[in-house]
């Protein structure tokens, strides 16, 4: 209301000036007379004073009040019986009380309209009692107003009201519904242990300051859209029986809803958390909505318990990341996040799952999957259920949204779906049925170092294929390591050969069963490379294996094997030029007798024996033999050739190691190509 302009009712006008002050004092007559209760003789005010009873009507608007003025006012009003004021309506609209207004445990027995009043110094409603309606629309209290252990039995309506300084109403009770529709809290505002019967809205409400809802009790909706929470926001162990709205709002520092309740609902679409966002051991019964919410801090859900969402999010969270560890779902449930973190340690899913994030690098170690659980990576931007896009890149500076599993660890994948992750930092040590583990669309992994390094003099080249994070810290922490194998992460439980064997054996188990035959190769080089590393094997063989990993990779490497077999072949002729061939090839000798007249011949046919080259060894003719000989030897044939008793001896050898080295590279070749 205008002070230039009077008020409805017939007002004191006390004080009017034309020019400074046209309407005077705002005060409504005391019936029977032209002036306020503030202006009125004193005859006039004793008089009307000492003919109030307990329970009466009062009508004050616009009155101005001093402390003693309004003690006077009480006093009148007071019940014998219990010592307090008890008042029938109250009509303050628009007053403005200058002293300290002093209304504890008064009985306001019909409705309390203090619409538009000022309140100059404290005012204390605490254990008041409103039996009808109490309406403070609009009110400004510009030092301290108490609330507490109030009850309204009625609706409570603070629109628009502004609390410049402390807000009480810790214990109070409302039975109808409580109206804070934009109002301000400038000071803390203190609802601990409050009890909202009816409906509670603070729809655009400002809280500049700290809002404390601790143990309070909203038994019906409690609606805080486009709320605004400029310091923390305290809700720990608030009971919400009934919807919790707070879509559009905002927390500007810390938002706590520690072991909270939520009985129906809960809904923060579109809110915003400057801050962190705590819902520690917080139960969400009904719906938890979160879509289009933006973190800017930590979002922290640990050990909350969801039965029935269906979904959370899509939501960004550009600060800390989400904290879901040890929270426990009891339903289906599509989670959906933006984010750089996303920690699910001991996290239960009761029911089907499927988690689709970007950007994020997710630790499930020793989470529980009592149902299929898909854990897949989203190339493209979330999309809301209205259809529109989620707003804003949260990290326009990172190149790849792209998913990484940071560890597996105490997990039984029995039920785990994997989609598009990338796999390279992940601990796979002590995770249970893992060849049970499906890979789906590009799962990658870490690789060996591709460089040539040196050990001291020797040169050391490793051949690409799929390794282990685990396999690149225990190589990275052997004496003499070469570069480019990665160190363990601090926390990182350290796992040798003899753990790591086990664990190549069931992901190459889980690549056969997935028809990914090539992919599986890798995953054999790998397990028996920790095989022939590990302490708990004989020596014979260590060896054995040595000699299987230098010929032929394991059976994986075709050119290593093909590199032996051109190396043997050439060293075979070589060899038969040098001592095996013939020096010239020996001529048969034919013996016998020829008997006079007619009879039988008899002859003895004899071979000389191969002389051992002497002169020229190496020619193209004994070259060309020598070819003839190894060729038919890899394909275990015999060449006819004649050979020296030396040759003989390299023949055989050859005639062992050739073939086998050549059946080596024939499977390398099949393992890399079959499917």
């Not at 004989?538 to 990779?553: C, D, N, V």
Request: overall charge negative; glycine content about 8%.
């Amino acid at each position: 209301m205008s002070t230039s302009e009077p008020p409805p009712w017939p007002h004191c006008a006390h004080g009017a000036d034309p020019v400074a002050n046209p309407v005077g004092c705002r005060g409504i007559h005391v019936p029977g007379h032209t002036a306020c209760l503030a202006h009125l003789a004193d005859a006039d005010r004793d008089a009307y004073l000492a003919a109030l009873t307990p329970g009466a009507n009062i009508d004050h608007c616009g009155t101005t009040f001093t402390e003693s003025l309004l003690d006077a006012l009480l006093n009148a009003l007071r019940d014998p019986a219990t010592g307090n004021a008890r008042i029938g309506k109250a009509t303050f609209g628009s007053a403005i009380f200058e002293g300290r207004a002093v209304f504890e445990s008064a009985t306001f027995q019909g409705a309390a309209w203090f619409e538009s009043a000022t309140f100059k110094s404290p005012a204390r409603f605490d254990s008041a009692t409103f039996k009808s309606k109490a309406e403070f629309t609009s009110a400004t209290f510009e030092s301290d107003a108490g609330f507490t252990s109030a009850t309204f039995e009625s609706d409570a309506w603070f629109t628009s009201a502004t609390f410049e300084s402390y807000a009480g109403f810790e214990s109070a009770t409302f039975k109808g519904d409580a109206r804070f529709w934009r109002a301000t809290f400038q000071g803390g505002a203190y609802c601990a242990r409050a009890t909202f019967q009816g409906g509670a809205g603070f729809n655009a409400a400002t809280f500049k300051f700290a809002a404390g809802f601790v143990l309070a009790t909203f038994e019906s909706y409690a609606v805080f859209v486009a709320a605004t929470f400029e310091h923390n926001a305290v809700f720990g162990q608030a009971t919400f029986k009934g919807d919790a709205v707070f879509d559009s709002a905002t927390f500007g520092v810390i938002a706590d809803f520690g072991s909270a309740a939520f009985e129906r609902d809960a809904r923060f679409d579109s809110a915003t958390f400057e801050s962190n966002a705590e819902f520690e051991s917080a139960t969400f019964k009904g719906l938890a909505r979160f879509e289009s919410a933006t973190f800017k801090g930590e979002a922290v859900f640990e050990s909350a318990t969801f039965v029935e969402a269906d979904s959370l999010g899509p939501l960004v969270c550009a600060g800390g990341g989400v904290v879901l560890s040890g929270a426990k779902f009891g339903s289906p449930v599509t989670l959906s996040f933006a984010t750089r973190r996303l920690e699910c340690r001991r996290t239960r899913w009761s029911s089907t799952a499927e988690i689709r994030l970007r950007y994020a690098t997710m630790d499930v170690a020793h989470a529980v999957f009592e149902y299929p659980v898909t854990i897949a990576a989203e190339a493209q931007p979330f999309v809301c259920v209205n259809g529109e896009q989620l707003a804003g890149d949260p990290f326009p500076g990172e190149p790849d949204a792209g998913v990484r599993l940071a560890s597996l660890r105490g997990v039984d994948a029995a039920h785990l779906v994997l989609a598009d992750v990338d796999l390279s930092g992940c601990l796979f040590a002590g995770t249970v049925h893992l060849d049970q583990l499906r890979l789906e669309g590009a799962c990658t992994f870490d690789t060996a170092p591709r460089a040539a390094h040196r050990r001291r003099w020797a040169p050391v080249h490793f051949t690409e294929r799929r390794v282990l994070a685990e396999e690149h810290h225990w190589r990275a922490s052997q004496p003499g390591a070469v570069r480019g194998w990665n160190v363990a992460v601090l926390g990182a439980r350290r796992t040798g050969p003899l753990q790591l064997a086990p664990v190549y054996r069931a992901l190459r188990k889980a690549f056969e069963d997935g028809k990914h035959e090539p992919g599986a190769a890798d995953f054999y080089y790998g397990e028996m490379e920790m095989r022939r590393h590990a302490d708990d094997i004989p020596r014979s063989e260590r060896g054995l294996l040595t000699a299987y990993w230098a010929l032929s990779g394991y059976g994986l490497r075709a050119l290593r094997a093909l590199a032996w077999l051109g190396a043997a072949m050439l060293l075979t002729i070589v060899l038969l030029m040098a001592f095996g061939l013939a020096q010239d090839t020996p001529k048969q000798t034919a013996t016998g007798t020829v008997p006079a007249g007619v009879g039988k011949v008899t002859f003895e046919i004899d071979k000389d024996d191969p002389q051992n080259p002497t002169g020229k060894w190496f020619t193209g003719k004994r070259f060309e033999k020598a070819l003839n000989v190894t060729l038919n030897s890899v394909v275990f044939r015999s060449s006819g050739q004649d050979l020296t008793t030396t040759g003989t001896y390299i023949e055989m050898a050859s005639r062992l190691t050739e073939p086998v080295l050549l059946g080596l590279a024939v499977l390398a070749v099949r393992n890399r190509v079959k499917r």
